[in-house]
């Protein structure tokens, strides 16, 4: 095979490597495609595994973008959500739950380094001789480092429910009620510590802090609804999964503006991911397949 066949075999992997030590699939993608010339100059017979000189190459790369971003994420305007990715009903439960917006968001609270280590050992389960080449590390040094982290992330990280039919129905019912106006119905499939978040980066109108509280996200809701449907915009809604999350697309004019997810824990509705920033949604429904 080629240097070229071999990249694109690997490359639904090496998307997912970036995307998931990054949590944006923009920079995700620009670390895979400026992988490719050093991968293009290597020899092929000196590299006895091909999968891992690519994971080794594009987590360096990935990583030292974090490292840089660090400041930027600091002095975003509002929450900072994870870009949205298109994950399928055939995505394997543990890979879907690793790229879900409760885990990227656990992610951020590592250090750069940490998040590295966490990924490639807890997700792609990659040995630490390996890990420590990304990182600049010892194995010994990985293997710390990677405990810490584990430690860390089992202490904050959330459970949804894995049942994507119950979740498709009761997002589907919220929706409604949400375009009805509907508060009470909204307020019955809400938890009672429910939180909308909302990512608009400064760039678009968006709440600047998390709406927290079953009556006040069930109001927040209901009057963007009513907002946009006495807007000028031909408003197109589509049902959509990412991220292992349910939710839906929302297209105006042919544009897509906004895109939902909802987190479902025991038949609730407990966090409303709302992606409105445009630098963010440029990607969604193109990125490469989540694989490992």
């Known amino acids: 095979m080629t240097h070229a066949e071999i990249f694109e075999q690997h490359r639904g992997l090496l998307f997912t490597v970036a995307y998931e030590i990054l949590g944006a699939a923009t920079d995700a993608e620009d670390a895979v495609q400026n992988s490719y010339q050093p ?37 975003y305007v509002g929450p900072w959500l994870p870009e949205p990715v298109t994950t399928g009903p055939d995505t394997e439960v543990d890979l879907a739950e690793s790229v879900s917006m409760a885990m990227l968001l656990v992610l951020e609270t590592l250090s750069p380094t940490e998040r590295a280590v966490f990924v490639l050992r807890e ?18 040094g990985a293997r710390q480092i990677a405990h810490r982290a584990r430690e860390h992330v089992a202490t904050r990280r959330r459970r949804y429910t894995a049942d994507m039919e119950q979740a498709s129905a009761i997002t589907v019912a ?13 307020v019955a499939m809400l938890a009672p510590d429910a939180v909308a978040i909302s990512d608009g980066g400064g760039i678009v109108s968006a ?16 009057g963007l609804a009513a907002k946009s449907a006495r807007g000028e915009a031909s408003i197109d809604i589509s049902f959509a999964i990412s991220n292992g999350l349910p939710g839906v697309a929302v297209r105006e004019d ?7 997810q909802f987190e479902i824990v025991d038949g609730a509705v407990q966090t409303i991911y709302m992606h409105r920033n445009p630098h963010k949604l440029s990607m969604v429904g193109s990125t490469p397949t989540i694989m490992r």
């Open 39 to 75: 991968w293009s100059e290597s020899d092929l017979d000196q590299i006895r595994d091909p999968r891992a000189y690519l994971v080794r190459v594009v987590g360096r790369r990935a990583l030292d973008v974090l490292r840089a971003q660090a400041r930027r994420r600091e002095t």
């Open 123 to 140: 997700v792609f389960d990659f040995p630490y001789d390996d890990i420590a080449k990304v990182v600049g590390k010892t194995p010994d």
């Open 174 to 186: 919220f929706l409604a009620a949400t375009q009805q106006g509907d508060i009470a119905s909204l």
């Open 207 to 222: 709440a600047r802090r998390p709406v927290s509280g079953a009556e006040r996200v069930a109001r927040f809701l209901a």
């Open 254 to 260: 042919g544009v897509l503006s906004v895109v939902l």
